[in-house]
């Protein structure tokens, strides 16, 4: 990641309109590996034979919460708790309630029964996974200052991780929705080679969407800091929405070139491994503490996104409706206000 390779201190150097030129290139070069990302996924979809949103909800949100988990654990390392889990619960908050809230406001996007009834299981199972483990860390300890998650727990979750990756899988293969027709192309795609080079194509455009977001996020934090940004503004907002900006823009790229599955996958796969992947691996690393804003503002905002997610799904109709996505973003903005507000650090 370009960002990662040149330290903080390059940045802080640059002139402001080399900045704004970098930015640009960033954004730029996230497009770009949206584009290729999103269209080798479909293709890969077809030449496994699978639905498109369960390769949405397994290869590409690894993808894009990678980054997440290697930021995690450097944080865990650092001893900063808050910054570990924030970065799992914000983004599940990001993810739900804006990245989604705003696809479903832009574009009517198709129920796919057969996965929202497992996976959307497995996306609010995982929050209440998350928050029971807490709140049960809270009863052991008997004090709110002193809660952490330990490595047991941490290991627990990437085992679940592993199990979540397999039924997936065989679940995809099971898709009632996949014609015979598209079964049989894909059959026939399914020479190793092909399947391969899709897959490296598929990891190739996430890649070029990560380093582009690390660029942007990177370029940006300096410019907004010479214009005396606030720093707690700028943590609620460039920060928290970051980190989940290869998901933002893999979204809006599938909903563009008319994979609206790939973008409901994405979402809900990045939740469900946000919980498995991104906090099992901060606290395998090392015990991960859980600041007391989790109990009483970001796990309850992480719940609220998650079960209206659930309750869409139950909601008559094979469509998700714009007010839902209406409903989600006005979620999101009201924890954005509560924490500029509470003035507690945001995840």
């Known amino acids: 990641m370009l960002a990662s390779l040149l330290p903080d201190a390059w940045f802080a150097v640059q002139e402001t309109w080399l900045l704004w030129l970098i930015l640009a290139g960033s954004f730029a070069l996230l497009a770009f ?61 990001v993810d739900t309630g804006l990245i989604f809230g705003l696809c479903c406001a832009l574009k009517i996007i198709p129920k796919d029964r057969f996965v929202l009834s497992r996976h959307g299981w497995l996306q609010t199972g995982a929050g209440l996974l998350l928050t029971g483990l807490c709140l049960g860390l809270w009863a052991a300890s008997g004090n709110l200052d002193d809660v ?23 679940w995809g293969r099971r898709h009632p929705g996949i014609v015979p027709n598209e079964a049989a192309a894909g059959s026939a795609a399914h020479a ?14 996430l890649a070029l969407v990560v380093a582009g977001s690390d660029a942007a996020i990177a370029s940006a934090k300096v410019i907004c800091e010479r214009a005396h940004v606030p720093p707690a503004v700028l943590a609620v907002t460039l920060v928290a929405f970051g980190t989940s900006l290869p998901e933002l823009v893999t979204a809006i790229t599938a909903l563009i070139k008319g994979h609206e599955e790939l973008s409901v996958g994405n979402i809900i796969g990045a939740d ?16 991960v503490k859980v600041e007391p804003a989790f109990f009483y503002l970001y796990l309850p905002t992480m719940m609220v996104v998650l079960l209206l997610f659930r309750l869409y799904i139950f909601a008559p109709g094979n469509t998700f409706r714009r007010w839902q996505g209406v409903l989600l973003m006005a979620v999101y903005a009201v924890s954005v206000v509560l924490t500029l507000r509470l003035g507690v650090a945001a995840p």
Request: proline fraction near 4%.
């Open 33 to 93: 590996g949206a584009d290729r990302a999103v269209s080798a996924a479909a293709r890969l979809a077809r030449a496994l034979g699978v639905s498109k949103v369960i390769v949405g909800a397994t290869i590409v949100s690894l993808g894009t919460t990678t980054p997440e988990a290697c930021v995690s654990v450097t944080a865990a390392f650092r001893g900063d708790g808050g910054l570990a889990l924030g970065n799992a619960v914000g983004s599940i908050i």
């Open 272 to 287: 469900i491994l946000n919980v498995l992947f991104v906090t099992g691996a901060a606290a395998s690393a090392t015990p």
């Open 148 to 170: 952490w998650i330990p490595r047991w727990a941490g290991v627990l979750l990437l085992a679940l991780l592993v199990g979540y990756l397999y039924v997936s899988v065989r």
């Open 192 to 205: 190793p080679g092909t399947v391969v080079w899709l897959l490296l194509a598929v990891v190739g455009g």
